[in-house]
Structure formats: C-alpha cells, structure tokens
C-alpha cells in the first residue's frame, strides 16, 4: 500500500490508466487488487511458475481481464507489451541470483521511461550461518560480489543490503544504456516475516522525462529511499483497541507521540511511521 501511494504521483507523467501492472500474483492476487482499486490500472498480467495451480490461479483471479502467463518469469517476460508505461513487480521468495539480475536487467531495459521496477527477494540470513553466507551468495552472484567483502560484513542485515547493492548496480547499467540515464531507486525495504526481506525498486528516466520526474515529489514521501540507508518496517503487535487509540491521537498531532503503559516508545515510533499503510486502515 505504501508502494500503491508513492504510484499515485505517476500522474504528472501520464494518466493512471495508461499504466499496466505486471506481477507474481499467486492465488491470492493481493497486489493486483491493491493496484487496481488505489490507482484504477485496467491492464494486468500475472506470471505464474508453478503449471499444476493454472485450473486455481484461473479460479482465484478477482479480474477476468487479469492475463495470466504460465512458466518461468525468464520466459513470459517477453510476452509482456512493453510499448505502454508498466508497473512491473518481480516479486521472488528465493535469494538474489543472476537468473533474477537477468530478469531485472530485461524489465528495466524493456520498460518505457517513467515505467516503475520492483523487485523482492529474501535476504538469506535465516538459516544459513553467518560464516556461510558470503560463500552462498558468490555461489549465487558471482563476480556481482565485491572482493573485500569479508564475513564480517554479513552480519545482521549484511546480506540483504549486498543485494540492494547489486540489483542498482544492474538497473543503473541498463537503464543507462537502455534509456540513456541510469536507474532510479526509490524503494529500499527492509522487513522481516520468516526471512529477512528486501523490496527495492524505483523508475527508469530519460534526459527528456527526468525533469518531469522531479516534479513527482516522490521525496515529499518518508519512505522513499534513493541509497543504502533502508527504511525498515517493523510494526509491533498491538491490540485492536490499541491501535485504535493510538490512531486516533496520531492524526494531526506529530510531536509528542500518544504513550501507552507497557508499550516502549520505539514501538510507538515504529508504528506511527506505517499505520497509514496498514490493511484496513482504509
């Protein structure tokens, strides 16, 4: 939802329903729903890996008009129009590997300027030790990781910033050379469910959109995030009469945050930062 409401400032380069949206939708299709209803995208098409789910995913879909690809997301990619201005999420559950680098670099060069690129991936740091985890990401990347990087490194949240890293370096390269002006981030989410989980993205410009771009404000928004500084969701658990009342002493009133006995400051914080964006909140 957050992601829905920095889309809205798309209009100043083209109106909402010129956009597509193009997606990992599952059975569910949360995001379809999210983008269709917050900004009115006609045109959506979801790509599904798994081909025993198709009767469900057919079954499942909230919109006829949702266009579902069945197969690997390096294979229907290039099924997808990419003439019209997109709004693109390659939403993965697996690590960054150079199969997904490659998916990202085909999107962001295929993508019309003022198109929007989205990528999630998990950060790896669960399960896997930390003296382990340099090795499984060069098994994974490669030459994409730097040389110096020591294990040191891969503490904490270390993995998934590394990703960060690599998936701008590979959308600046393309955007550059597709578009004539690097890549532009503007999401860098950091959350945790089970895994440690990265949600990056941002939009591809031109030297005749860039100004255009600009006049998005999308910085006016406190999530946005144009480097390595995440910002990271973590939304404490609450009650339903406590959100309640800490919603309703939020609005309006920035400064001082509501209290609660029992529950520490930085919860409130942490809260205060996402309870617009919350589902239903609405």
Partial sequence: MMIVDACRRLTAIAPLVKYQYVGFGGLEFIDFVEFHRGLGVPQMTSIERDT???????????????????????????????????????????????????????????????????????????????????????????????????????????????????????AHAAGRQAHGLPFRQLFNFHYADDAKMLTWGGITTSSSLDRTIDSCRFEDLHFIRGDDDPFEINVPVLTEKEIAYLETELVGIPTPLPQIRGISSAEIKAFAQVYRWRVGSR
């Avoid at 266009?67 to 229907?76: C, F, K, N, P, S």
């Avoid at 998916?103 to 896997?128: C, E, L, M, W």
């Fill in 52 to 170: 025993n789910m198709q009767h469900r995913l057919d079954f499942n879909k909230p919109y006829k008009s949702i266009r579902v690809l069945m197969g690997e997301a390096r294979d229907q990619l290039p099924q997808v129009d990419w003439t019209q201005l997109s709004i693109t999420w390659l939403d993965y559950t697996d690590v960054l590997t150079t199969d997904i680098l490659r998916d990202v670099d085909f999107v962001v060069r295929s993508s019309q300027p003022g198109s929007i690129v989205i990528v999630t991936v998990n950060g790896a740091t669960t399960k896997v030790p930390v003296p382990e985890r340099l090795s499984n990401l060069r098994a994974s990347l490669g030459s994409h990781v730097d040389d110096s990087l020591t294990e040191k490194d891969m503490a904490g949240w270390g993995p998934t910033k590394l990703e960060r890293s690599v998936l701008q370096a590979t």
